[in-house]
């Protein structure tokens, strides 16, 4: 493993604490909320740990083939919409296990709103480089 790979893993490892603590408080309360999954040593420790090995490696594999660096003051499209892909589908997760929507409104509202914002930034042009910054 080359000096940058080891950057990226060690990275990544110190960010997936917070998919660690996502998962250690998400996935309980899943869990105690819906019905029809069963309260047991898998789905309570089991699906975290699987959530965050999956989203860990996923963000390595990401950063490696993209070369992208996922920080904030040098923020790139794609970084940026697999962060709100993450994120937006916890909450869909959520949205169908616990709350009892149809999978078809949210998978439709999770499409929509992410193609409005795809648009939206397009037509702002807010990634655009050839802006200046002001100040």
């Known amino acids: ?17 917070v998919w660690a603590g996502l998962g250690i408080v998400g996935w309980p309360t899943v869990v105690a909320e819906v019905a029809w999954v069963d309260q047991n040593l ?21 950063r490696t083939v993209t070369d992208a ?10 970084a940026y919409f697999v962060e709100a892909a993450i994120l937006g589908g916890i909450g869909a997760v959520y949205l169908v296990t616990a709350g009892g929507y149809s999978p078809l409104l949210v998978a439709t509202g999770y ?15 807010v990634f655009n480089s050839t802006t200046e910054t002001t100040g």
């Open 111 to 125: 499409v929509s709103v992410g193609a409005a914002t795809v648009v939206w930034y397009r037509y702002a042009g």
């Open 1 to 17: 493993m080359n000096l940058e790979q080891e950057r990226i893993v060690r990275e990544e490892l110190w960010r997936s604490i």
């Open 69 to 78: 660096e996922l920080q904030r003051d040098m923020i790139s499209l794609p």
């Open 42 to 62: 898998f789905t309570v420790f089991g699906l975290p740990v699987i959530m965050w090995a999956v989203l860990t490696a996923g963000m390595i594999g990401f």
